[in-house]
């Protein structure tokens, strides 16, 4: 298990979930969260890291980077609610994907997402960036937002975050 993120800097946070409420999420949903995950939020609920970026070669086989900040448990904050972000996720009528439970999102817009889709009942599922302005057809007729895969799971995901640096850009 990955205790990277408490060697991270913080920007800031909400202070702590409340366990209540992650469970009634978990409940809610009919989801196992990650541990690790769970653990985060219970200690920095909301987060933002310095090491708040993330490399993937998308779909395209191109290097890809986001920058992320976690959503939060709770109605006493003005955080980004982790709540309201799930409400239509889900939601085909919005291009939405069942079995994706988004837990962050990113400076473009996008969702990070757990991604139960293959497993709804594992504790440890992957982790997915659900793109909010691409849309993949599917046979049916429908759409839905695209998917890009990340991390085989939220440690992964974790030791993929790195602190971005303006001297990390290489200027033509």
């Not at 200690?43 to 070669?57: A, L, M, R």
């Not at 980004?80 to 889900?90: A, D, R, S, T, V």
């Not at 400076?107 to 990070?112: K, L, N, P, S």
Request: glycine letters at 6%; one cysteine or more.
């Amino acid at each position: 298990m990955s205790k990277k993120w408490r060697e991270f800097s913080l920007y800031f946070d909400y202070g702590k979930a409340d366990p209540k409420d992650i469970e009634e999420f978990e409940k809610k949903y009919n989801i196992c969260l990650p541990k690790t995950y769970k653990e985060l939020m219970l200690e920095h609920n909301g987060v933002n890291f310095k090491e708040e970026s993330f490399d993937f070669i998308n779909s395209r086989g191109q290097e890809d980077m986001r920058s992320f900040l976690f959503y939060s448990f709770g109605e006493e904050n003005d955080g980004e609610n982790i709540e309201f972000y799930n409400k239509g996720l889900q939601d085909p009528l919005y291009y939405g994907v069942p079995g994706l439970i988004g837990f962050g999102s990113t400076a473009e817009g996008d969702t990070v997402c757990f991604d139960y889709r293959d497993d709804p009942k594992t504790c440890e599922p992957k982790v997915v960036l659900l793109v909010h302005d691409e849309y993949d057809d599917l046979p049916d007729g429908t759409s839905h937002m695209h998917i890009e895969p990340i991390a085989n799971n939220f440690d992964e995901f974790l030791d993929m975050l790195y602190e971005f640096k303006d001297e990390d850009i290489e200027w033509e």
